[in-house]
């Protein structure tokens, strides 16, 4: 790899450090070797009293004017699950209860790991937050599904609805035609 | 938070970009964000045809000396299920199949998220990597409970104890006496 970053200080060059055994963005003037990590995104299937399933339109890049689930990146100093309860405020104000991990789905390419978990709302009242156009309960058979933001937000519908029909709890992981 | 970095240029001013609702490290000459989020570690509970639990004897620091379960920073390109296959085979030469996911335990002050899987070994024989200075097999009664590197080998011992006794397949999340 070459130098990514035109600069004369801070991490700039590709090296192996002593005992690593691959590439990292090193420090040619200190040694400081920044790791670079896949991203955690987190997000909720949320189901309301009437099993209705919360979906937001994204108000913001990309995808603008899609549907997705509540979702984004995991913030430090919280939780997983505070994280995917954050996210449902921010985009829905939707106040919820988890019910466990749905999926994770890794998404190598663009170096993003997807934590999704299942949840009930505790109150049907739901509004967009800055990030949403518009936020709404849809049946699974009334799902918009050639207007998902996202190939995840496709599988966790269905891998939410084949969870909610069989009583399944075990996490997903990516559809096998679909190995990242 | 003050200027974490000794540099005249890159990310190195912690502001509140627009649109954002918290401090984040920007290059005040292009703008830039260097976004900090939680990193992921991968690892496994694998147990061999007789049901003994494989754990290494650290090598390197931290906690050398101390047994701990194969594990470590997912990489890029990878997926969760492969990062946890290949720290297996880098720290204890163990070959495996993935049963499902143990757990997800957030380590908040850390900035860490753990994705621990369920594992059995396809041969039983295991030796030492690099970064191991011995690979056992113990019986569950046997584990050595007072020389365990991390609370989180501890907590996932216990976890897939309590899976395999009962067929539970959940993803478990931080003991509620810990949380983060």
Known sequence: MNNPIDSNAGPRLYRIPDGDDRERLTCPD???????????????????????????????????????????????????????????????????????????????????????????????????????QEVKLFHYDELPWDELAFPTVDWALKHDHQAHLSGYTKAFSNPTEDEA
């Not at 995808?63 to 430090?76: D, N, V």
């Not at 309860?85 to 019910?99: D, H, P, S, V, Y």
């Open 30 to 132: 200190c040694g400081y070797v920044a790791y670079e990590n896949p991203r955690i995104v987190v997000g909720v299937v949320a189901r309301a009293s009437d099993e209705r399933i919360l979906l937001c339109r994204r108000a913001i890049p990309p995808r603008i004017g899609y549907w997705t689930l509540p979702a984004g990146y995991m913030e430090l100093n919280e939780t997983a699950e505070h994280g995917a309860m954050r996210e449902a405020w921010e985009e829905a104000r939707a106040q919820l209860e988890l019910t466990g991990l749905l999926a994770i789905y890794s998404l190598a390419r663009i170096h993003q790991v997807q934590l999704i978990y299942r949840a009930i709302l505790t109150q049907d009242e739901v509004s967009a937050g800055p990030e949403s």
